[in-house]
């Protein structure tokens, strides 16, 4: 018997790719019982295309979708909507400007069958659009390498009354946290590497303002997670480059240059050694580039995150 299945697709200014979304969710092999597209407080025509697409073609699919509103504003907490909304026994998330295959809730419906798992996730796969896209994911998920992902994930709903929803109010870090629950509470999870989505234009970032605003932005939410420290490292290493100066100049600057060749050539090339075969000179000439304006965005992103979560500072767009 086949499962029944709400799909979950949180939505922000979508306008360009919202219909190929949900042509996609509605064309799958195993259809979904129901449909949820969760407005995150949209500024464009997004909202009105969703209903109009469910007006004209609700008739040429079994499932039945919704497109709803709540007043979310972050990705977490619209999931959370469609998980409360949702009636089904099982639960699957997915995101708009997403290639993904028709036959992918059929895929995971199998695999967690298959192996008596609750939780299956399937992985992103990142190229990039241009050279500053490309390092942006080689320094990041990856250039070309398979990484888990929330989007692609069907869990069983009875799930999240164990681990609770994901964090409110929070655009990253919302993931890590259900993922060491999902650990801490002993709930396997399944990686399924044959369910591959790729982004649909740009991957990361195209431009290095643009890399920096977004980055800063996702690590504000990444702090005050319990059980998950990686954060602050981006806070407490330049800090104690800062405070060995005082003592040693020498000492301060080479452990400075060893950060600068780990992050401009050995990280990216164990992350990505595709990215050195396939664009050498980008490689290396503009990874370490956009390698160290990811982390000043990430130290930015983390003290702005201790301001907020810790003082209650409110968080302004950079």
Same mark, same amino acid.
């Given at each position: +018997?086949?499962?029944?299945?709400t799909?979950?697709?949180p /939505?922000?200014?979508? %306008?360009e790719t919202? &219909?190929?979304?949900?042509e996609q @969710?509605?064309?799958?092999s195993?259809?979904?019982?129901?449909?949820i597209f @969760?407005n995150?407080s949209?500024?464009?025509r997004?909202?009105? +295309?969703?209903?109009?697409w469910i %007006?004209?073609? %609700?008739?040429?699919?079994?499932t039945?979708?919704?497109?709803?509103f709540? !007043?979310?504003?972050?990705?977490a907490?619209?999931k959370?909507v469609?998980i409360?909304l949702?009636?089904?026994?099982? @639960?699957a #998330? +997915?995101?708009?400007g997403?290639?993904?295959e028709k036959n =992918?809730? &059929?895929?995971q419906?199998?695999?967690?069958q298959?192996?008596?798992? &609750?939780?299956v996730?399937?992985v992103?796969?990142?190229t990039g659009?241009?050279?500053?896209?490309?390092?942006a994911?080689?320094?990041? /998920?990856?250039?070309k390498?398979?990484?888990p992902c929330?989007?692609s994930?069907l869990?069983?709903k009875s799930v999240f009354?164990?681990?609770?929803?994901? *964090? &409110?109010?929070r655009r990253?870090?919302?993931?890590?946290? =259900?993922?060491?629950? $999902?650990?801490?509470?002993?709930?396997?999870? @399944?990686i399924?590497? $044959?369910?591959?989505?790729?982004?649909?234009?740009?991957?990361y970032?195209?431009? *290095?303002?643009h890399?920096?605003?977004k980055?800063s932005?996702?690590?504000?939410?990444?702090?005050?997670?319990e059980n998950?420290?990686t954060p602050y490292?981006?806070?407490i #290493?330049? #800090?104690?480059?800062?405070c *060995?100066?005082?003592l040693?100049?020498?000492?301060?600057?080479?452990l400075?240059?060893? /950060?600068? #060749?780990?992050?401009a050539?050995?990280i990216?090339l164990l992350?990505?050694?595709?990215? *050195?075969?396939?664009?050498?000179?980008?490689?290396?000439f !503009?990874?370490g580039?956009?390698?160290?304006?990811?982390?000043?965005?990430? +130290?930015?992103?983390v $003290?702005r !995150?201790?301001?907020h979560? /810790?003082?209650?500072k409110?968080?302004?767009?950079l």
């Amino acid at each position: +018997m086949n499962p029944e299945i709400t799909v979950v697709v949180p /939505y922000y200014n979508e %306008q360009e790719t919202i &219909e190929y979304t949900l042509e996609q @969710v509605g064309e799958q092999s195993l259809p979904a019982e129901s449909a949820i597209f @969760v407005n995150s407080s949209s500024t464009d025509r997004t909202f009105d +295309m969703v209903e109009r697409w469910i %007006q004209k073609n %609700q008739c040429r699919f079994s499932t039945k979708f919704r497109n709803v509103f709540e !007043g979310t504003d972050n990705p977490a907490s619209s999931k959370n909507v469609g998980i409360r909304l949702a009636e089904t026994e099982w @639960v699957a #998330f +997915m995101d708009c400007g997403q290639n993904f295959e028709k036959n =992918w809730l &059929e895929a995971q419906a199998g695999c967690a069958q298959e192996n008596n798992s &609750e939780v299956v996730s399937g992985v992103v796969y990142l190229t990039g659009e241009n050279w500053i896209d490309r390092c942006a994911a080689a320094q990041t /998920y990856g250039y070309k390498r398979n990484v888990p992902c929330i989007p692609s994930t069907l869990v069983k709903k009875s799930v999240f009354d164990r681990t609770g929803l994901f *964090l &409110e109010g929070r655009r990253a870090g919302y993931d890590v946290a =259900w993922r060491i629950r $999902l650990k801490t509470l002993g709930i396997n999870r @399944v990686i399924n590497e $044959l369910v591959k989505i790729r982004y649909i234009g740009v991957n990361y970032s195209s431009n *290095l303002a643009h890399l920096f605003r977004k980055t800063s932005l996702y690590h504000v939410h990444t702090v005050r997670i319990e059980n998950y420290l990686t954060p602050y490292a981006y806070v407490i #290493f330049p #800090f104690s480059i800062l405070c *060995l100066s005082v003592l040693s100049l020498k000492a301060a600057g080479g452990l400075a240059l060893s /950060y600068l #060749f780990a992050r401009a050539f050995v990280i990216p090339l164990l992350k990505s050694p595709l990215m *050195l075969r396939e664009h050498p000179l980008e490689f290396l000439f !503009g990874v370490g580039i956009v390698g160290i304006s990811v982390d000043l965005a990430r +130290m930015t992103g983390v $003290l702005r !995150g201790i301001l907020h979560y /810790y003082l209650g500072k409110p968080v302004s767009r950079l």
